[in-house]
């Protein structure tokens, strides 16, 4: 049977060890969708593109095509972020969590979405540059995306009867802000700096995101967190490991020991 060759650009996901010297690799393509190929002999020091294969990474590639796992053949670096982003703890567990959330989000190889892996593209690219807080980049990735599947929460309207305004109310299972007359039992009432935040990175309106205080992202991370999972059915793992403030020098030495 004659093999099909099939070339896209795509972002790593994250890795798994297979055997003694392969990995099997996650790989977000752009035309491709999700999908999984078996990379050989990569972790031996003559591979020729085991970097390049490191998570986190833009790569363009080859695979042969196979019914469960694709085999690359060949990769070329396109923009190899992992090396900044795994140098940082912060960094490296943001984008854990937006890695996870990407899979989470095409749950279907091979269905192409061109929206997730702009916005993942981008994050990583945020993350490697470090010019905005990570938290917060996970946070806009995180809104970004969910409105890319169709769970954007309403943060300019009531979720429930669509009345315009900068409500007080946040209901998860209604779908975002509410108005006091719609208001369901158990609804929480955020600062209103923390509904300013998640409308500031939604917009991308960074000048403003970054002058709010730790305790508003906290919050709003908080409301981010649960409305995603909440339309999952199921937790985001990666996201009870980000570490939402700056980790001092010693805290940071000692995690990255026991990685």
């Known amino acids: 049977?004659?093999?099909k060759f099939f070339r896209d650009d795509a972002l790593v996901l994250r890795t798994h060890k297979l055997g003694e010297a392969d990995h099997i690799v996650s790989l977000l393509g752009r035309r491709s969708g999700r999908m999984r190929a078996v990379a050989k002999g990569v972790r031996r020091t003559s591979s020729k593109f085991g970097a390049r294969l490191s998570p986190f990474?833009?790569?363009?590639l080859q695979l042969i095509e196979g019914r469960n796992l694709h085999t690359v053949t060949q990769v070329v670096g396109i923009d190899l972020y992992g090396r900044r982003?795994?140098?940082?703890?912060q960094r490296y567990t943001v984008a854990c969590a937006i890695s996870e959330t990407a899979e989470r989000l095409t749950p279907e190889e091979h269905e192409p979405s061109l929206r997730i892996f702009q916005l993942t593209l981008g994050a990583f690219r945020a993350l490697s540059d470090g010019t905005h807080p990570s938290p917060l980049i996970l946070d806009a990735y995180l809104l970004r995306a969910m409105g890319a599947a169709g769970w954007a929460p309403a943060l300019t309207?009531?979720?429930?009867?669509g009345r315009r305004g900068e409500h007080g109310a946040f209901s998860v299972p209604a779908g975002g802000c509410v108005c006091r007359g719609c208001r369901p039992a158990g609804s929480t009432h955020p600062a209103p700096e923390t509904f300013g935040l998640l409308r500031a990175l939604?917009?991308?309106d960074w000048k403003n995101a970054v002058t709010t205080t730790q305790q508003v992202r906290n919050e709003a991370s908080g409301l981010v967190s649960a409305h995603l999972q909440w339309h999952l059915e199921r937790s985001v793992r990666s996201l009870s490991?980000?570490?939402r403030t700056q980790p001092t020098k010693h805290v940071l030495d000692r995690k990255l020991e026991n990685r």
Do not use: F
């Open 1 to 3: 049977m004659q093999r």
């Open 57 to 60: 990474g833009h790569i363009d």
């Open 85 to 89: 982003i795994t140098a940082d703890y």
């Open 157 to 161: 309207e009531c979720a429930l009867c």
């Open 202 to 204: 939604v917009s991308g």
């Open 241 to 243: 490991y980000v570490q």
